[in-house]
């Protein structure tokens, strides 16, 4: 199947600091690609819908200055959080549907686990 | 997208199949279902979707009822390998996934 790859795969930073975090579609070229944020022992959230060339789509709550998404390339979304704090420490997670086959599967990053001290 | 019920957990024993049910009673004519699972602390894998007719993957059977209401994921040789949370997701094609809470399938030797 497709892969898609997310760096790193862990980060700890200090409070107040800025984290970005990229997904790659390494096969395959992604229009659209998303962002999930887990928190321990519940589900996936979904934070943003990221289209390459145009401003991403937030979730309702989701702070679309604190969470920074670009999409510049058919392979390539980075997700930054700016001015982290404590409670962003979670487990983001992206995903990534190939060009032009919007009726299949999305596939997933690793995820990255951000721990902000 | 419609929302689905599926029971939080369920326990297999390992070499049995296991089924996961999905309830999706007000899917849509274009909803698709699809099936997904997270192990700990890793991305959501895909396993398998459907429309309207039944599918079989070398992962898992998906068997879609007539009025569509309902799923059932069906791993057919269970192993320790394959605890992990099942979502069942229902969504129109090209639309987002929305993850609910999922069930917890525990695989026992």
């Known amino acids: 199947g497709a892969v898609v790859s997310q760096h790193p795969s862990w980060v700890i930073c200090k409070s107040g600091t800025s984290v970005k975090i990229e997904c790659r579609s390494l096969d395959f070229q992604a229009t659209t690609m998303f962002w999930y944020r887990q928190f321990p022992k519940q589900s996936l959230m979904l934070m943003a819908t990221s289209n390459e060339g145009s401003k991403a789509t937030y979730e309702q709550g989701v702070e679309k200055d604190k969470f920074l998404i670009n999409h510049a390339s058919l392979t390539l979304s980075t997700l930054t959080v700016t001015s982290a704090h404590p409670e962003d420490s979670s487990f983001y997670i992206c995903?990534?549907?190939?060009?032009?086959?919007?009726?299949?599967?999305?596939?997933f990053g690793q995820g990255t686990r951000l721990t902000v001290v | 997208d419609a929302k689905t019920t599926q029971p939080p957990s369920m326990d297999c024993a390992e070499g049995r199949a296991a089924n996961l049910p999905c309830n999706h009673s007000?899917?849509?004519?274009?909803?698709?279902v699809y099936w997904y699972r997270q192990i700990h602390s890793q991305g959501p894998q895909y396993i398998i979707h459907g429309l309207k007719n039944n599918e079989t993957n070398e992962m898992a059977s998906l068997i879609i009822t007539e009025d569509r209401k309902s799923s059932t994921l069906i791993l057919p040789h269970a192993t320790l390998r394959d605890t992990a949370v099942y979502y069942c997701i229902v969504r129109v094609a090209g639309d987002k996934l929305v993850f609910g809470a999922g069930t917890i399938l525990r695989v026992k030797s």
């Open positions: 995903s990534a549907r190939e060009a032009r086959r919007i009726n299949t599967e999305a596939f």
């Open positions: 007000t899917i849509s004519g274009n909803e698709y």
